[in-house]
Protein backbone atom coordinates (compact mmCIF):
# COMPACT_ATOMS: atom_id res chain seq x y z
CA UNK A 1 0.00 0.00 0.00
CA UNK A 2 1.39 3.67 -0.70
CA UNK A 3 0.85 4.93 2.43
CA UNK A 4 2.90 2.07 4.27
CA UNK A 5 5.88 3.06 1.97
CA UNK A 6 5.67 6.47 2.09
CA UNK A 7 5.79 6.30 5.91
CA UNK A 8 9.26 3.72 5.33
CA UNK A 9 10.77 6.25 2.65
CA UNK A 10 10.14 9.74 4.55
CA UNK A 11 10.76 8.07 7.79
CA UNK A 12 14.35 6.30 6.76
CA UNK A 13 13.24 2.82 8.62
CA UNK A 14 15.53 0.36 8.70
CA UNK A 15 14.84 -3.22 6.81
CA UNK A 16 14.45 -6.92 8.58
CA UNK A 17 18.16 -7.81 9.39
CA UNK A 18 19.96 -4.22 10.34
CA UNK A 19 21.20 -2.85 13.29
CA UNK A 20 20.28 0.54 14.96
CA UNK A 21 21.81 2.21 18.01
CA UNK A 22 20.04 3.41 21.04
CA UNK A 23 20.78 7.44 21.59
CA UNK A 24 19.72 7.22 25.09
CA UNK A 25 21.89 3.87 25.95
CA UNK A 26 24.29 3.32 23.30
CA UNK A 27 23.07 -0.44 23.34
CA UNK A 28 22.78 -1.76 19.27
CA UNK A 29 19.71 -4.14 18.83
CA UNK A 30 18.87 -5.52 15.34
CA UNK A 31 15.45 -5.54 13.66
CA UNK A 32 13.73 -8.61 13.73
CA UNK A 33 10.58 -7.80 12.12
CA UNK A 34 8.43 -5.67 9.96
CA UNK A 35 4.97 -5.83 9.35
CA UNK A 36 1.91 -3.36 8.71
CA UNK A 37 -0.62 -2.14 10.82
CA UNK A 38 -3.13 0.47 11.63
CA UNK A 39 -2.52 2.20 14.43
CA UNK A 40 -5.38 4.67 16.42
CA UNK A 41 -4.71 8.57 16.79
CA UNK A 42 -7.29 10.75 18.36
CA UNK A 43 -10.86 10.85 17.73
CA UNK A 44 -12.09 13.02 15.34
CA UNK A 45 -12.58 16.25 16.71
CA UNK A 46 -16.46 17.05 15.47
CA UNK A 47 -17.56 13.79 15.69
CA UNK A 48 -15.53 11.67 18.30
CA UNK A 49 -15.61 9.03 15.83
CA UNK A 50 -12.50 6.67 16.17
CA UNK A 51 -9.75 6.90 13.51
CA UNK A 52 -6.79 5.17 12.66
CA UNK A 53 -3.60 5.54 10.35
CA UNK A 54 -1.55 3.49 8.54
CA UNK A 55 1.58 2.29 10.49
CA UNK A 56 4.87 0.54 10.44
CA UNK A 57 5.61 -1.80 13.44
CA UNK A 58 8.83 -2.73 14.03
CA UNK A 59 10.26 -5.30 16.40
CA UNK A 60 13.64 -5.29 18.10
CA UNK A 61 16.01 -7.82 19.19
CA UNK A 62 18.66 -6.38 21.26
CA UNK A 63 22.40 -7.55 20.30
CA UNK A 64 24.84 -9.25 22.87
CA UNK A 65 27.60 -11.73 21.94
CA UNK A 66 26.56 -14.69 24.62
CA UNK A 67 23.02 -15.06 23.13
CA UNK A 68 21.33 -16.29 20.11
CA UNK A 69 19.71 -14.07 17.94
CA UNK A 70 16.06 -14.14 18.91
CA UNK A 71 16.95 -15.15 22.42
CA UNK A 72 16.67 -12.68 25.48
CA UNK A 73 15.21 -8.80 25.51
CA UNK A 74 13.04 -7.99 22.56
CA UNK A 75 10.63 -4.82 22.10
CA UNK A 76 8.44 -3.82 19.59
CA UNK A 77 7.23 -0.05 18.44
CA UNK A 78 5.12 1.48 15.95
CA UNK A 79 6.20 4.26 13.52
CA UNK A 80 3.11 6.42 11.62
CA UNK A 81 3.80 9.97 9.14
CA UNK A 82 2.76 11.86 11.99
CA UNK A 83 5.69 11.29 14.30
CA UNK A 84 9.58 11.36 14.80
CA UNK A 85 10.25 9.02 17.38
CA UNK A 86 12.86 6.70 15.29
CA UNK A 87 15.05 9.79 14.22
CA UNK A 88 14.91 11.27 17.84
CA UNK A 89 16.13 7.66 19.59
CA UNK A 90 17.77 5.69 16.91
CA UNK A 91 21.21 5.59 14.70
CA UNK A 92 20.95 3.05 11.55
CA UNK A 93 24.49 1.23 12.12
CA UNK A 94 24.39 -1.26 9.81
Known sequence: ?????????????????????SKKYGTVWRVMEKKEIWANILPDPQSGEPRMVPAIYLLFWRV??????????MMGYEYTLYDN??????????
Do not use: C, H
Not at 85 to 94: E, G, K, P, V
Open 64 to 73: KEEERPGVGK
Open 85 to 94: TFALNWDIIS
Open 1 to 21: MKDFDNIIREKGLPEVGQEVR
